[in-house]
Structure formats: C-alpha cells, structure tokens
C-alpha cells in the first residue's frame, strides 16, 4: 500500500464534489465525518469537499493509533497535514467543528501553504477558567470529575454529555445520535482524546495565525459562550465572528442551512 493509500484507508477519507475551491471538514471530539451530513448538499455543487475521520473515530482504522502521538492535539494537527499531502491539496478553506479549530490552527501555523481560510464552528482555546481574568467555561475539578465518569459508567457518562454539547431543546433524534458516536468510540482512545482536548490552553497561539479566520459562535452554548468567541476575534489577527441565534455546540448539525449561507458569503468575500 503507498502512502497516498495508507492515508486514505488510515483516516477513511472521502472526497465530494469536483469545485475549483477545496473545504476540508475536520469533525470535533467523539463525532465522525458523518455529522457533516446536513451541510453536504449545498456544499457539494460548488466545492470539492473532502471528509475524513480522525485516527480513533468513526471508520478510520484503529490499528494504526498511537497513544503517544494522539495525547495532544498536535498529533490531529499532523493527522491534518499527512491528508493535504497524500491527496496534494493546497489553498484549503479548513472547517472544524469544537477541537478541530485548534487543530486547524496548530496545523496551518505549522506549514501555512496548505490552507487559505479557516472557518470554526464552536471553537474555544481553552475550556479552563484561568484566573484571573480568563473564563472558558470549566473549573478543573469539574472536568476532572466528568472524565472520571468515563472510567465509572462511560455510559452514563455519554448520556450525560450529549444533551449538554448537542442542546437540551434539541431533538431526541440528534442528541442520541451523538451520545450513539460517544458510545461507539473506545472508551480509552475516547478519555485520552477529552484530556487532549478539555485540559489544553492554546491561546497563546491565536496571535500567531497566518490566516483569515471567520467564527461561527452559537448564541446559547453550554461548551464555548459567546464571550469565548469575543475573545478569540479580538486575539487572532485577522477574524470575523457570527453569532447564531440558537442552542447548542453543533451548529453544522442543528442549523446547517444558517451556516452554509455564511460560510458561502464567507468564501465569495
């Protein structure tokens, strides 16, 4: 198997759509590519859109995960840069829901050539409340206390989390489905990708993004407040913030059309 396939098979990638412009759609913690679902048709007319599951999610295949590397967000990072490279990508307009916002970041500071724009959906570079003047959202000892659940009923645990990121007045279609994802993931791939994703702090890199960034920031959002997203426009150099009447931390999944309609006035800037 080369590379190219390796890769393909590795992150279960999937490619849609044949536009001169390419969205690479990165899935946050516990999801899968499938949860793009609700944007791809109006996407897929205009763009190439491409699709992948991280090493440990979904359909990507485990034999290849690596507890080192993916005990941080820059092994995802490098994830992101192996797949623009085995499928010779460049100028991407990189979408990433939750998490993958960071990643997004950490990847195209690390080789800027790959991408144009960065759009993120719900992001947040920190869940900590730092003191003194730093609030994402979370005390330490309470997500300490939720990933300990994981260890106790990771059941429970999904049950728990799932109303909480999808929104509570949410379909109970919805938010099944992603305590479904939650579920289906290992629990110990799953528990190291939460630490990686809910005790990082990567503020200290927004300043050095080397592209335009436009946020889509849900008006009413247990995960990520709009305050978070005040934040992350005023430190990153060049950003746009939109703030989306509606509950929740998946805006791509419970308000695609809204975010298909900005992403696309977005791209045609």
């Given at each position: ?21 390419t969205l690479l759609l990165a899935h946050g913690f516990g999801c899968d590519q499938n949860m793009w679902r609700f944007m791809l048709p109006a996407l897929i007319p205009h763009y190439k859109v491409v699709l ?218």
């Open positions: 198997m080369d590379l190219r396939q390796k890769i393909i098979t590795r992150n279960n990638i999937s490619i849609h759509g044949s536009g001169e412009t992948f599951d991280y090493v440990g999610s979904g359909n990507s295949q485990l034999s290849y995960y690596n507890q080192e590397r993916y005990s941080s967000l820059q092994g995802y990072a490098q994830d992101v840069l192996e797949i623009c490279e085995a499928l010779n990508l460049s100028d991407v307009i990189f979408v990433g829901h939750s998490v993958s916002s960071m990643i997004g970041i950490i990847a195209s500071i690390k080789q800027p050539a790959y991408f144009k724009r960065l759009v993120m959906v719900c992001p947040s570079p920190c869940f900590l409340n730092i003191k003194p003047d730093y609030f994402g959202g979370f005390e330490k000892v309470d997500l300490e206390e939720l990933l300990g659940l994981m260890d106790k009923n990771y059941i429970g645990w999904a049950n728990y989390l799932s109303p909480l990121v999808m929104g509570g007045s949410q379909s109970d279609e919805l938010i099944g489905e992603l305590s479904g994802s939650f579920c289906s993931t290992d629990p110990l791939i799953a528990k190291s990708f939460a630490e990686a994703t809910f005790f990082s702090d990567y503020r200290y890199l927004l300043k050095d993004a080397k592209h335009p960034v436009i946020i889509f920031q849900s008006a009413r959002d247990a995960l990520a407040s709009v305050d978070i997203g005040n934040y992350m426009q005023q430190q990153l150099p060049e950003a746009k913030l939109c703030i989306i009447d509606a509950e929740g931390h998946c805006l791509h999944m419970t308000q695609p059309e809204i975010v298909n309609q900005h992403l696309r006035e977005y791209i045609g800037d």
